[in-house]
């Protein structure tokens, strides 16, 4: 079930999470709007940091934060002793102010800049995962100019293809991520890393996409690093020998009623499994395993709440109920046809149910949350709430249509808090310049036009 655990219904028929009408956080705080429910978020943190640790005792959990970084839900997170995986320096700017120190973070992605590579150095960054050798080339002349030595796995492109939608797929052998293993790149990158006393290679990493939910994936990623890492370590002695393998995230998670989450106990057990049999067959030392949920945590926590508008029946064809949200606070629709349940927050589910089509109200057709939802009629005014809304959502949202992104409340025991502010109109506009614009030229004949067609 894809809703929060505090998830209910009372006696009028309205949605609670948190102990809290979902009704009253729309009245209180406008739609849209995203609540957070803070005893799902810390018991799936708990789940994952327990399920590993439990099975393979040194392992690190890592919140993936491009899933959805908050600085109110990272403190939990870290307060919960979760680490924290960054993919752009804005993102290390937010961890530390969040209150994650540095040295809890491993920094990912395909195109860090010179910039974010410095900032991360001077930041004191735990782990950079170096994803080509353009860039290790870059890392090691940013060490070098800080006096100082960089840790650092490397993020390889093992050639595993996973079941999942092609847009999140990223380790199969057409990526744009990692070393590729085959062809010897990411051979080459060891022996620069190694070549460089600003470097040091603490492990190798290999994330294969998200929304995964066969474990035979971690088996996959743990068995390509570890045969990789054993040829390294042939080639290069003990300096090649992974302290760290790191297998990333991808658990998935029920967006529909009918789904299951991916479970962290059986990944944990599948992943512990794969590392101690693939080092004892290579001769290897068991690694520390750090893993990086982001998805898994942070998704089922959320819940966007969306106000009806104007409904629509093309006869024979659909029926439509316009909301005040759509693409801008949630692409994934749009973008991998994510599909999502819907329910009516405000009053009870009784009667008739048909298929409604949830749309959004930016300009494009495509700008549809839910198809075919199976709803009782919706009057304008209705409450909806679609569940599993936290992850990728927020995260990826944008001021199309100059929409105002939204706020986010954060509800416990009764209790709300506003975490995000929605934005304002001035927040629209607060990094536009207006320069003077020179006046257009003065033409020689100021004849009004009328004057020259008229008369
Ligand atoms: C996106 C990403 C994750 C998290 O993926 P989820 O599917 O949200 O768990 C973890 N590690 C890396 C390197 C990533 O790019």
Redesign the pocket.
């Known amino acids: 079930m894809p809703w929060p655990l505090t998830t209910e219904r009372n006696a009028s028929g309205e949605l609670l999470v948190g102990g809290i009408p979902l009704t009253r956080l729309a009245d209180e705080y406008g739609t849209p709007l995203y609540v957070f429910d803070e005893a799902t978020l810390r018991t799936r943190a708990q789940r994952f940091r327990d399920a590993f640790a439990s099975t393979y005792p040194r392992s690190r959990v890592?919140y993936?934060a491009?899933?959805y970084l908050s600085p109110a839900l990272v403190a939990i997170l870290h307060a919960e002793r979760l680490g924290l995986?960054v993919?752009s320096g804005g993102e290390v700017y937010a961890g530390l102010a969040s209150g994650v120190p540095a040295a809890k973070m491993t920094f990912?992605?395909n195109g860090k800049t010179d910039e974010e590579l410095r900032e991360a150095v001077e930041a004191g960054v735990g782990l950079i995962?170096v994803d080509n050798r353009w860039e290790l080339r870059r890392l090691v002349g940013v060490a070098t100019a800080a006096g100082t030595r960089v840790s650092i796995l490397l993020?390889l492109n093992p050639g595993v293809d996973v079941h999942t939608h092609a847009k999140?797929r990223?380790g199969a052998i057409d990526s744009k991520?990692g070393l590729p293993v085959g062809g010897g790149e990411a051979a080459a990158a060891v022996d620069e890393a190694l070549a460089s006393p600003a470097l040091d290679l603490a492990g190798y990493?290999a994330?294969l996409?998200?929304?995964?939910f066969d474990p035979e994936a971690y088996v996959d990623g743990i068995e390509a690093i570890l045969g990789f890492a054993a040829a390294m370590r042939d080639r290069h002695g003990d300096p090649a020998v992974p302290r760290v393998v790191?297998p990333?995230?991808?658990?998935?998670v029920a967006y529909l009623p009918d789904e299951a989450d991916a479970d962290p106990a059986t990944w944990g057990a599948v992943a512990a499994d794969a590392l101690r049999a693939g080092c004892a067959r290579y001769g290897l030392p068991l690694p520390e395993l750090v893993v990086?949920?982001?998805?898994?945590?942070i998704?089922p926590a959320g819940v966007a709440l969306y106000r009806v508008g104007a409904t629509k029946e093309i006869p024979g064809v659909r029926r439509y109920a316009m909301v005040d949200g759509g693409m801008a606070d949630n692409i994934r629709p749009a973008l991998y046809d994510a599909g999502y349940a819907v329910a009516l927050a405000n009053r009870a589910e009784d009667g008739p149910v048909l298929p409604v089509t949830v749309a959004g109200k930016y300009c494009e057709s495509g700008d549809v949350l839910v198809r075919d939802a199976p709803l009782p009629a919706l009057v304008g005014g209705d409450l909806l709430a679609i569940p599993a809304a936290g992850?990728?959502t927020l995260s990826m949202s944008s001021n199309y249509n100059l929409a105002r992104r939204p706020a986010a409340v954060l509800v416990n025991g009764g209790q709300a808090r506003l975490i995000r502010r929605r934005e304002t109109y001035a927040d629209l506009l607060a990094a536009d310049l207006l320069p003077e614009v020179p006046a257009p030229p003065r033409t020689t004949r100021e004849t009004p036009l009328a004057t020259v067609s008229g008369a």
């Open positions: 890592l993936a491009k899933a995986d993919s990912h992605g995962a993020r999140i990223t991520f990493h994330h996409g998200s929304q995964l790191s990333g995230g991808g658990f998935g990086e949920p982001g998805r898994a945590i998704g992850a990728y």
